[in-house]
């Protein structure tokens, strides 16, 4: 199969490699969309040491089961495999799996690539309304979704105001949960002008440049979907006394959180990975619902172009939130 393949930092090659072989309870899956993450972006940087070249990234992907009991199904792919047993998964928080695994990830290759082996189990059938494109945007949905879920369950009942810090899919998918959770007053944070052009006009969001807030303006829940020291500090001094901060962003390690104000002012702090199974189930029925609306703003191009598109998104050159690859046995 062709696969495109990290193999340096800004470096990526479109190339052969050997089919995978699925395993006990796992299907082959032909990928008819894969969308590129940004922590495709940061292991594409050199910047995550637990994504070592060479190895194929890639992880929010739809296709075409292939093989097993659902051949011919097209899915969306949830690409967090867990064990199951372990109390984690057992009490409903299975993305705390303490052997946890994901795809684009040793010792699991990502789905950049036209194949791919997922337990069943792991696989969300697509009604027929919606394509791929729309299906493969489930994964980073599901991330604003799950913390969606856990803010709104910290902060209780009520009617609350949002704010979001970035205009990318998980920022774009959190708003979009939250509208779907039913909190509709939302602000969008996003320093990208043709972004944000895209994110009014395209998305029908309410968004301002960072310096665009008032400074005495405060949030009920705050959702950083960027995770670098500025969003971090943006979120510290926009929470409102005993609000809420949910933290999704993988920017940079340390810095940015105001901790006495958080203490004085009893604000939750909740960091949030991935999304539990059921998250992600719940994120692709809203999804089919039309919950989530138009799902329309991505841009698509073939895999085999994905060296240029990760050098576009890195430069800037991209408006949509979400850049969709195509791999070519699926075109």
């Known amino acids: 199969m062709k696969a495109l393949v990290y193999t340096a930092p800004e470096g990526l090659e479109y190339r052969d490699m050997a089919d995978p072989t699925p395993q006990g309870g796992e299907a082959l899956i032909r990928v008819d969309s894969v969308g590129i993450c940004g922590s495709d972006m940061h292991a594409y940087l050199g910047h995550d040491d637990r994504r070592p070249a060479p190895l194929v990234l890639g992880h929010e992907a739809a296709g075409t089961v292939l093989s ?7 899915v969306t792919v949830n690409p967090l495999v867990t064990c199951g047993t372990c109390p984690a998964c057992t009490s409903g928080r299975d993305n705390l799996c303490s052997t946890r695994q994901i795809i684009s990830m040793p010792p699991r290759e990502g789905a950049f690539a036209a194949l791919l082996a997922m337990p069943e189990r792991n696989l969300v059938v697509m009604p027929d309304h919606i394509t791929t494109d729309q299906a493969a945007l489930a994964e980073p949905i599901a991330c604003g979704w799950h913390a969606v879920r856990l803010g709104r369950a910290a902060l209780g009942e009520g009617t609350h105001r949002a704010l979001v810090l970035g ?33 009014s006009m395209q998305c029908d969001q309410n968004v301002l440049p960072p310096d665009g807030l008032d400074p005495a303006d405060q949030f009920d829940l705050v959702v950083d ?37 958080i203490t004085l002012q009893e604000i939750t702090f909740i960091g949030t990975y991935t999304y539990t199974a059921q998250d992600f189930r719940d994120t692709a029925q809203a999804m089919f619902e039309g919950r989530m609306g138009a799902l329309d703003w991505t841009e698509k191009r073939p895999l085999s172009d994905g060296a240029a598109a990760f050098a576009d998104i890195r430069n800037g050159r991209t408006t949509a939130p979400k850049t969709i690859l195509v791999p070519e046995a699926a075109t």
Do not use: C, N, W
């Open 167 to 199: 205009g990318g899919a998980i920022g774009l998918g959190a708003a979009l949960s939250l509208a779907a959770q039913g909190i509709t007053d939302i602000t969008m944070i996003e320093p990208h002008p043709a972004r944000r052009a895209y994110l």
């Open 68 to 74: 097993g009991a659902m051949s011919g199904k097209r």
């Open 225 to 261: 979907g960027v995770g670098f020291d500025a969003t971090r500090a943006q979120a510290s001094a926009h929470v409102r006394p005993g609000g809420v901060i949910v933290h999704i962003g993988l920017g940079s390690a340390t810095g940015g959180l105001d901790i006495r104000r």
